[in-house]
């Protein structure tokens, strides 16, 4: 049996977690600073970094009283090495090799996108390679062919912004709570299509992908509405916000699928647990959608774990470190 530890400290979550390759997943621990944050309205990277500092070994202690194991009882360590922020990405990679070193066990950095790619695999419908992953986040909006587990072909990215920084910044326009994605949902399960916004890039024939015109778009209808907003125009608003993005996501993965004749797609990523989303890919017919569990849409250490696991062969006994809060996930291939 190999027990593989996993420490995700990339943002603002810290995620710790052990797999089995026997029991799958025996601990899944997580802190999240949305409480922090939401004060400012963004992740703040000094903060981010000290509250890391601050549960990373409670959680830990919590993984291995939750599996009922000894640490002496894990084969390695995994932990995110990049991308992030630097500061956060230094506190579980810091942790992670001391803790490896005080053990004498081998340690595993892991790409954090890698994680998500890998964390529908973690879920009871699990896709075999090769398949189309549609990678949504706060920060990446990508369509990768994975060929197999490290062989990573970019297909399509986001020219500006993301599709989980639109959904936040034009969440913030409308007065909504950090992070807005959440908000946004919620607000546009009540609301009608009202506003017709752009779907940005939708028919460029290509795979890449651009929201920063959508979110100019709803500034401009919400300057010209009265204040403040009334909770209808709220919802109508966050309406037509999603089923935008979401049109753009569909159509740009449907034309992946179309263009590999690859019938098997990921999605992953925060905006992987949309609803809307979901809904307009599984009404597709001809294709297989794998998400991972709610649970672990957003960053956690499960994913991290799992891709160590996965990795086990790479695990090494080298005590020293680096970050890469710049880490290009094709840069993995054949590693």
Do not use: W
Not at 29 to 54: F, N, W
């Amino acid at each position: 049996m190999t027990l593989v530890l996993g420490i995700e400290t990339s943002c603002d979550e810290t995620g710790i977690a052990i797999y089995s390759d026997r029991d799958g997943l025996i601990a899944n621990t997580l802190y999240s600073q949305i409480e922090l944050h939401k004060l400012y309205g963004g992740v703040v990277p000094e903060l981010a970094s000290r509250d890391h500092i601050k549960r990373i070994i409670p959680l830990i202690d919590e993984a291995f009283t939750e599996a009922n194991i000894s640490k002496t009882d894990i084969d390695a360590i995994a932990y995110t090495v990049g991308p992030g922020l630097n500061g956060a990405l230094l506190v579980g990679a810091g942790v992670a090799t001391g803790l490896a070193y005080s053990l004498n066990k081998p340690t595993i950095p892991i790409h954090h996108l890698e994680g998500h790619l890998l964390s529908p695999l973690l879920g009871e419908k699990q896709p075999q390679t090769p398949f189309i992953a549609l990678l949504v986040s706060g920060g990446h909006s990508q369509i990768i062919l994975v060929d197999k587990i490290g062989s990573y072909t970019l297909l399509g990215d986001t020219l500006d912004d993301a599709a989980g920084e639109a959904f936040d910044k034009t969440a913030k326009m409308l007065s909504l709570p950090y992070p807005g994605g959440k908000y946004i949902a919620e607000l546009a399960v009540a609301g009608i299509e009202e506003y017709q916004l752009p779907r940005p890039m939708i028919h460029t024939g290509d795979l890449n992908m651009s929201f920063s015109g959508l979110k100019t778009a709803v500034l401009t209808y919400i300057n010209k509405l009265p204040k403040p907003l009334d909770m209808i125009t709220k919802q109508n608003i966050a309406k037509s916000i999603e089923e935008s993005i979401t049109d753009v996501l569909v159509k740009k993965s449907l034309l992946a699928v179309k263009q590999t004749g690859i019938k098997r797609l990921v999605v992953s990523g925060g905006v992987s647990s949309n609803l809307s989303l979901r809904t307009k890919l599984n009404k597709q017919s001809g294709i297989e959608v794998f998400y991972p569990p709610l649970s672990l849409c957003t960053d956690n250490g499960a994913m991290i774990a799992y891709a160590g696991f996965t990795r086990f062969k790479n695990a090494k006994f080298d005590y020293k470190f680096d970050v890469l809060p710049r880490y290009a996930l094709t840069s993995l291939n054949n590693t």
